[in-house]
Nanobody
Framework: VQLVESGGGLVQPGGSLRLSCAAS????????MNWYRQVPGKEREMVAS????????AYLDSVKGRFTISRDNTKNMVYLQMNSLKLEDTAVYYC??????????WGQGTQVTVSS
């Protein structure tokens, strides 16, 4: 089971980024997928989740209306479109799946820095 994130970077407040997560080693289309983020010294928090068929997305209150999670089951990819980025969105973002044999599986993370 492997998750590989990409798409992070430096962006000005109000800007946009699209994170991608490539999944492999498991039946991707049957699993809920999640995006988390973590700031040094704080616990990792779930930002968004999506069910196996790409419906019923859920979001952290502070990102509702700005972030959109989506997935492409034909490509084993999950995305996080982030618009109207704020300074407080700065964090390392992680792709996550809970696998019944492996437990929580995490990618290596991708740094998102919002700064003027």
């Amino acid at each position: 089971v492997q998750l590989v994130e990409s798409g992070g970077g430096l962006v000005q407040p109000g800007g946009s980024l699209r994170l991608s997560c490539a999944a492999s080693g498991f039946a991707f289309s049957t699993y809920h997928m999640n995006w988390y983020r973590q700031v040094p010294g704080k616990e990792r928090e779930m930002v968004a989740s999506i069910d196996s068929v790409g419906e019923l997305p859920a979001y952290l209150d502070s990102v509702k209306g700005r972030f959109t999670i989506s997935r492409d089951n034909t490509k084993n990819m999950v995305y996080l479109q982030m618009n109207s980025l704020k300074l407080e969105d700065t964090a390392v973002y992680y792709c996550n799946v809970y696998h019944e044999w492996r437990g929580d599986v995490w990618g290596q993370g991708t740094q998102v820095t919002v700064s003027s």
